[in-house]
């Protein structure tokens, strides 16, 4: 199984931008379409974005569609989330996981700690 860290989140305000990074560790990071998911408070956990093994296929929310890219670097094992044009809705704990790509599921049932992501109005 891989194991993830997630990193990068911080306190933006609204129309702001950040990138996240998840480093995965172990040598299968490339088999899997990876993805994105958040948490906010008092919310389910909720898909995000997703993108396929190679890259070459991506999947959004319509809540993020158009504002956020998900992009990954096989060679360093590492999966980003660039958020531009950030809203006060956006504000919560995100979080990455290998994903079933199209069915928006994730593939391990353990997840990292996560990087808290705030936005400010």
């Known amino acids: 199984q891989v194991q993830l860290v997630e990193s990068g989140g911080g306190l933006v305000q609204a129309g702001g931008s950040l990138r996240l990074s998840c480093a995965a560790s172990?040598?299968?990071?490339?088999?899997?379409?990876m993805g994105w998911f958040r948490q906010a408070p008092g919310k389910e956990r909720e898909f995000v974005a997703a993108?396929?093994?190679?890259?070459?296929?991506?999947d959004y929310a319509d809540s993020v569609k158009a504002r956020f890219t998900i992009s990954r670097d096989n060679a360093k094992n590492t999966l980003y989330l660039q958020m531009n044009s950030l809203k006060p809705d956006d504000t919560a704990v995100y979080y990455c996981?290998?994903?079933?790509?199209?069915?928006?599921?994730?593939?391990?049932?353990?997840w990292g700690q996560g990087t808290q992501v705030t936005v400010s109005s």
């Open positions: 996981n290998a994903i079933l790509f199209g069915k928006r599921d994730p593939i391990f049932g353990s």
């Open positions: 172990g040598r299968t990071f490339s088999s899997y379409a």
């Open positions: 993108i396929s093994w190679g890259g070459g296929r991506t």
